[in-house]
């Protein structure tokens, strides 16, 4: 009578470890004496103690941090760059039959990835087009850990660290790029100046009275300033009169 209740127990401990419980988000690959079976879950399964066994996956977004990577671009500079790198499992049959340790398998391979993609690029384009370079890295280790069954659904680089040296020839480039902006400004701003003169003096030149005008403008700008500047107009016709009189000839005395 014992034994008989001693192996209603085990029995009942048997069956009751035979049935599992998966959340939402995971997965049981099933194997049966070793073979692949099937994929179950989620909700309550059962497994088949001895005759079966269940490795559990997630299909959680996985946020991997990569280790910084001493890179040298195309251009021949030293730069240590890290990246977070954004994966889920899609297929959990390949994820545990296909690749021993798929984690470990996808941080190896960004880190690789990482130092190639990087190494063909130049620091500017590194610096100024990181989406791009974002996208092209995350197409690439997606294209090799398909077969894994794992989806990388973002790279993102998050610190490029420059050298001192480079930092301050960038901080050079800079300030000479801000001065030779500043001087071009200018430039196009006495261009601009000179252009507005001439068109000014064209007016005047067709339209005389004009030029009274501007002197008169000239004369109520000095009488607001209180200052005991003295002025005296001078018709520029009579300088011209004087300009155009004719002159003494020293040869010929009697001509006026």
Same mark, same amino acid.
């Given at each position: ?6 192996? #209603?127990?085990?029995? =009942? ?8 419980? /998966? ?22 399964? #059962? ?64 880190? $690789? ?12 384009? /590194? ?34 660290? /420059?050298? $001192? ?45 004009? =030029? ?5 403008? $000239?004369? =109520? ?14 018709? =520029? ?20």
């Amino acid at each position: 009578m014992n034994g008989f209740i001693v192996g #209603l127990i085990i029995l =009942l401990v048997i069956l009751f470890s035979a049935f599992k419980v /998966l959340r939402e988000y995971e997965r049981g690959v099933i194997f049966l004496l070793g073979k692949f079976y099937k994929v179950k879950g989620p909700g309550l399964i #059962l497994v088949i103690p001895v005759l079966q066994q269940m490795v559990k996956i997630s299909l959680r977004t996985v946020v991997m941090d990569v280790p910084p990577q001493d890179i040298i671009t195309r251009d021949n500079v030293t730069v240590r760059v890290n990246a977070v790198v954004y994966f889920r499992v899609i297929d959990p049959q390949r994820a545990v039959i296909d690749v021993e340790d798929y984690l470990y398998a996808t941080q190896q391979l960004s880190q $690789t990835t990482l130092r190639s993609v990087l190494g063909k690029s130049q620091l500017d384009d /590194l610096l100024a087009h990181r989406e791009k370079i974002n996208d092209h890295l995350q197409q690439v280790i997606d294209q090799q850990t398909e077969p894994w069954g794992v989806k990388v659904a973002n790279v993102e680089l998050k610190n490029v660290d /420059l050298p $001192t040296e480079m930092q301050r020839a960038l901080a050079k480039q800079a300030e000479a790029e801000r001065e030779r902006r500043a001087k071009v400004i200018h430039a196009e701003g006495e261009y601009e100046a000179s252009k507005r003169i001439s068109d000014a003096a064209d007016i005047i030149h067709a339209h005389p009275p004009a =030029l009274q005008l501007r002197f008169l403008q $000239t004369m =109520l700008d000095l009488s607001v300033d209180k200052t005991s500047t003295v002025f005296f107009p001078f018709p =520029l016709e009579m300088l011209k009169s004087l300009a155009g009189a004719p002159k003494s000839d020293d040869n010929n005395p009697g001509t006026a």
